[in-house]
């Protein structure tokens, strides 16, 4: 090939012997594209499996097995003791609602560390899903006035109560409309989901919120191995990848179970209560028509399916 | 001026590279390479190296992408607009405008690309798509403006084609350069039939691509303002976002001129009479401008809105971010207002200073739109009253200027392929009757290979148009993993044996019986083998969370006791109703409760995992799915009705 000493393309470096200009800038190119490839998938050998996974409502029930085997022996290896990936369907004539009690919550954020435990969250960087907030007792709910960031001695601190916040499960979900990819989605019990391997990480989900409820993965999650929960849902607490979006999940790899969510469990004042909204005996349909009841941005109309109420 | 010198003028660009042109490209070379050193780490160890986290989640990649899409527009919109109203001194700027769009887009789509979290899902956009998404608007509208800003490009330069495949001839360059020249020309030669077919196809692009255009800076603006965030929650954000974007584009396009006007020597082409002509289109937007932001910030002050109050302190207040939104004010809108207002200052120093605040101010602007929303948070993000902090990281500084070294180095390497003003248009200006000597047209012998190229290309992104469309009018089968198991179909037998209660020796049993053709529950307590009279049983059935109370009851001598089944209670989705019995007195006797699950029991009917059409399902509403489908329909028909030109011009050219 002669070479083409007018074409106003000049090279970085000298080409190297041998090669024409574009011979070595196409090789330059090849390189590059290698290089870009391998850094991608480094971190993590499985990743050409993950690349050609298909959407989790796509899995035939096969396909989903396998694919929560492989799992379950990655994880395993990765962790060092025996995990457990189901994918627990929804269970019919089942609508979870969670009420928390404003006038009970002491601030301890005990449900903070009790979910990042459960739910296999970051430690290195630290993700949380739950935020405490703290308020003055005399200026009421006032969210712009609150601080996320308390750290006192003793909880709680004379003058103040504390609101929890986390995802609200909302039934009109601004975060589920304006993912491009359906990479999350309102099951039929009413918790929003996240399939972990479809996320584009476009974070669009995020500036939808109006909760400010989900997390993203801006480094690679970390676990140490003996803290980690074996016990994991697909679409709940399994380990999360790098450069993707997390939140609760009202604790689904629990609640489809039978077992209260986390937070529920580990709260010292029993401020939290969760139950079926479909079943008319359950103690969260006596909470919302017998107390007073705060749904929290009610004018946004996003329905959320977290009740906040005074109890005493 | 006569053909040939205009002809000898603009082809100079295309003259070997002094070493001044070729330091300036080594060294955007450089700054690119170590963008992509950025980017690298950015890949090895996630977008913790930004600056952006949970709170301010877009910065300055988004920001990019915004400015980029913006300046974009400048170009096609004003050469089109120009070339439909046939202003006649459009005609040096045409040529470079049309490029700046096609750069600036593909730059643009990248930065979006680079604020993933994971770019190698990128084609789940494709595969899964939700036509309810702003982004996805975003991704079918820039591929659409791309394809027809490539084509409104390229139509433009067909008649230049011949005159480069010559010149390329003359001066000896690479046969593969004159045989690139000769194909892209499909032919094309001055005759009458050419030059109509010709007319038709840029007629066509020029007045398709505006509302194109348009509708990619009103999506751009949707990816915020479809969002319920104070200052991005605003009806006029399309408008705006529009407006922004020519404004900011003729600013590029005249920073641009003055810039090659000064490297290519076009002072005999690019006069002072064309500054002036496009300094006061730019003067005008910037008051458009003025306008629109007035507006927008007016009626979100007086509103008063907790968060929008919040977000205008943060932005008229007295903090950085304040600082930078009265220094856009001052020297992004109202210093160039005031160089371009007065006659007499319109100098070109001065509308060059202009456009070059203008270039850098909307950059700022865009940035005071994205940013201080998001620190403006619906939850707080730090102690009261502290907004959670953004300032980009030094990758994501590295790899903005890449980008803008990345287009400012396609834009040099463009114009040494291509004349950077257009000849044939800047010819016919000249009003010489003189047409340039085309040289005879050398119809490549891969004829076939050629006509099909173009064809093909633009079926392929037809096909890829359509195929974005088709996953979401395609009714999705249901959750395969969803779908309930199915109902046990086992009889109601009596059921299994009681466990032992404490102590030990007590037994409490549970069974359903049919006494008198009624169902009860019947539990019977046994103590060393003898029935137990008198002791309270509680019956209970299990439900999602706790149990519910059935009643309770006293034995019988036999030690039974029974209550009634509860009918039309419903099981679990298995058709399994779990009913437990516990001694509640003498205490003596009282122990864990004994369940007894039922199998074949009525439950919750399975119903059909509802797909219904709306914002937060799978399936977009009819109403989405058909205006997108019609839009893309009607720009799609009309580039293949410009395709077709192209087609009947080579065939014309293979004929004579």
Partial sequence: MRELPTLPMPAPEPPAEGYTRREALVMGLFALAAAATTTGCAADKLALDDFVAKHFKDLSPAELQDRLAQMEKRYTESYGKPVKVSAT???????????????????????????????????????????????????GVNLQNANAFYDHETVPAPGKFYMPVACQQCENPPCVKVCPVEATWREPDGIVVIDYDWCIGCRNCIAGCPYGARRFNWGTPGIPKDEFNPVTEYLGNRPRQRGVVEKCTFCIQRVRQGLYPKCVEVCPVGARKFGNLLDPESEIRYIIENKRVYILKEELNTQPKFFYYYGL | MTATTIERDLLATLEPMTTRGRLWVGSLLTVCALAFVAWTAQLRYGLRVTDMRNYVSWGMYM??????????????????????TDAGWRRPITRMAEAITVIALLIGASMVIIDMGRPDRLLNLVLHGRLQSPILWDVVSVTTYLSGSFLYLYVAMIPDMPVLAAFARERGRSPRLVRFYEILSLGYRESPAHRRL????????????????????????????????????????GPYFVIGAIFSGTAAIITAMVLFRRAYHLERYLLLEHFHKLGKILLALALLYAYFTLSEYLTAWYGGVGTDSRLLELLAGAGPVGAAFW????????????LLLFPSHRSLGAIMTASVLINVGMWVKRYLIIVPTLQTTFIPAQAAGINPHYFPSLVEIAITLGAIAAFLLFF???????????????????????????????VPSARRRVLTAPVATVALLLAGGMWTLAPWTVARAQHATHAAAPASAAPAAPAAPAAPAAP?????????????????????????????????????????????ALGEDQTLADGTVAVEYPHGLPGD???????????????????????????????????????????????????????????????????GFVVVQLTALFHLSKEN
């Avoid at chain 2, 220094?327 to 005031?338: E, K, T």
């Avoid at chain 2, 040494?416 to 200006?429: A, G, K, M, N, Q």
């Avoid at chain 2, 009913?579 to 009282?590: F, G, K, N």
């Fill in chain 2, 504 to 548: 030990a020796a007590v037994q409490l049993e549970l069974t359903r019986v049919t006494e008198d053709g009624q169902e009860m529950l019947l539990a019977r307590v046994t103590q060393n083998g003898q029935p137990v009279e008198g002791a309270t049983v509680a019956f209970a059935v299990a439900r999602t969370f706790g149990t519910m």
């Fill in chain 2, 412 to 442: 040099t390497l463009f114009s040494r392929l291509f004349p950077i003003l257009s000849i044939w248009e800047t010819v016919e200006d000249a009003g010489d009757s003189e047409r340039i000597a085309v040289p005879a047209p050398v």
């Fill in chain 2, 327 to 338: 220094l856009w004010a001052v020297f992004g809108l109202f210093v160039p207002i005031g």
């Fill in chain 2, 198 to 237: 010709l007319a038709r196809a840029l007629g066509a692009m020029a007045v398709i691509i505006i509302p194109v255009a348009v509708s990619v800076h009103t999506v751009v603006s949707w990816v915020f303002g479809m969002t319920l965030r104070p200052g991005w929650h605003s009806t006029i954000f």
């Fill in chain 2, 63 to 84: 920001t990019n992408f915004v400015f980029f899409i913006g300046i974009s527009h400048a170009g096609t919109l004003i050469s089109a607009i120009l070339r439909v």
């Fill in chain 1, 89 to 139: 369907p929804a269970q019919e004539g089942v609508l979870f609602g969670y009420a928390l009690d404003l006038s009970r919550c002491i601030g301890c954020r005990k449900c903070v560390y009790g979910c990042v435990e459960e739910n296999n969250q970051s430690r290195d960087p630290q993700t949380h899903w739950i935020t405490v907030l703290e308020m003055d007792k005399e200026g």
């Fill in chain 2, 573 to 639: 989705a298995r058709g399994n109703l779990t009913v437990s019995a516990a001694i509640r007195s003498p205490l003596s006797l009282a122990g864990a409760p004994v369940r007894v699950t039922i199998a074949g029991v009525a439950h919750a009917p399975v119903l059909p995992v509802e797909v219904p059409r709306a914002l937060w399902s799978s399936r977009a509403p009819l109403a989405v799915v058909g205006t997108i489908g019609f839009l893309l329909l009607c720009v799609w028909t009309t580039y």
